[in-house]
Every structure is written in C-alpha cells, then in structure tokens.
C-alpha cells in the first residue's frame, strides 16, 4: 500500500487538469507522509495554481485546524471566477 498510495505521483494527473483550472492546493508546514517539496515543484509547474501552507500543520490540515482550512477555502472561492470551476 505504501508504494502503491503515499508514493504516488501526481505529476500526471495534474498535467491532465484542464488549463486555466483554478486550483487550492492545501499542505502542512511539516507533512512527514507527502512533503511539502512534492507540492512545491507541482506549485512551481502550475504557476496559476494557489498554495496555502498551514504553519506546523501535518498530512491533515483540515483534521488539524478546520478554521484555518475553511478561511483558505472561502478566499480562494471569493477570489475564484465561478464559471471557471
């Protein structure tokens, strides 16, 4: 299971979203499971792409701090043209 789910490239499947499609990407300051570099060099591909990063948060910012995760989500869907989604 870990080769098969925590070592799993999303690489591709990123590559195969429709262009100009507005994505959230949210990760914590120190996820040991899926490392804040992996989503970084996915940031980095996809310049349009918004990543909010909770501060010593792990794999599970929403389970760590549902406020924080619901503020980062309203935003983005405020700053978000919905026609996009």
Do not use: I, K, N, Q
């Amino acid at each position: 299971m870990w080769e098969c789910v925590y070592r799993y490239d999303l690489a591709d499947d990123a590559a195969a979203l429709a262009p100009g499609l507005p994505v959230l990407l949210l990760h914590g300051e120190h996820d040991a499971t899926a490392p804040l570099e992996g989503v970084e060099g996915l940031r980095t591909a996809h310049p349009d792409w918004s990543l909010r990063v909770l501060p010593g948060g792990d794999h599970h910012p929403l389970l760590r701090d549902p406020e924080w995760t619901l503020r980062e989500v309203s935003a983005f869907l405020a700053t978000t043209d919905a026609s996009r989604l």
